[in-house]
């Protein structure tokens, strides 16, 4: 689904990763490992195709993929359902039902028509990961999707995240935590590469 090959990048004269070369294939879930300020972003971003200067080596894109970044690509002036409708406009197969229905899996019966600035932090991700039940994209590409969000919905996007890759998928994620299911997830080391 995707190749990188001899990635290198380095911010204020400082070597974030050099060498690092690896493919993403259907079925696998990966964690890019890495302290704060690693580089972990700065890699999603490149493989994204949203940073396109100021780094070394090649990525080559061989499925449509869905990023969601670091900060929630919410709105605040729009509904969840005005946020979802924007980010899906075009796509026919998902229309104001699967909206809701997206919206209810993430917990969020009830809030659609909220504007999203009186929403609290985790209902504002919430909005965000909707968008993993409105995508038809193999390839999912994730920073730090836990960000503000409770146990209960660690644990039904893990599930999701899971049921993706199981379906010939694939995810590579930045998290500070490990996956707390018992799941396949193989790690991504800046320095070494896919172990
Ligand atoms: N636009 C930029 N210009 C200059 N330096 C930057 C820029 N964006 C990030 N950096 C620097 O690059 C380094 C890596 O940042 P990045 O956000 O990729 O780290 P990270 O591993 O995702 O960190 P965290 O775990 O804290 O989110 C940091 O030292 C940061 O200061």
Redesign the pocket.
């Known amino acids: 689904m995707l190749s990188a090959q001899q990635l290198a990048l380095s911010?204020?004269g400082r070597e974030?990763f050099g060498g690092l070369s690896f493919d993403i294939c259907p079925g696998q879930l990966v964690q890019i490992e890495?302290a704060?300020?690693?580089?972990?972003?700065?890699l999603l971003r490149i493989l994204a195709g949203l940073s396109r200067y100021g780094f070394e080596g090649r990525v080559e894109r061989h499925a449509p993929l869905l990023y969601l970044g670091h900060q929630p690509a919410v709105k605040a002036m729009l509904t969840p359902r005005e946020n979802l409708a924007w980010h899906v406009a075009g796509e026919a197969d998902f229309g104001a039902a699967a909206i809701d229905a997206a919206l209810a899996r993430v917990g969020l019966y009830g809030y659609e028509d909220v504007p999203s600035h009186a929403l609290s932090a985790g209902q504002h991700r919430r909005v965000s990961l909707a968008r993993l039940y409105l995508s038809n994209s193999p390839l999912w590409l994730l920073d730090e999707p836990f960000t503000a969000i409770d146990v209960d919905g660690v644990a039904a996007l893990e599930e999701r995240k899971a049921a993706h890759v199981a379906a010939g998928g694939a995810v590579v994620f930045?998290s500070h935590q490990p996956m707390r299911g018992n799941y396949n997830v193989r790690r991504l080391c800046l320095r070494r590469g896919l172990l």
């Open positions: 911010r204020g974030l890495g704060n300020g690693a580089g972990k972003t700065s930045t």
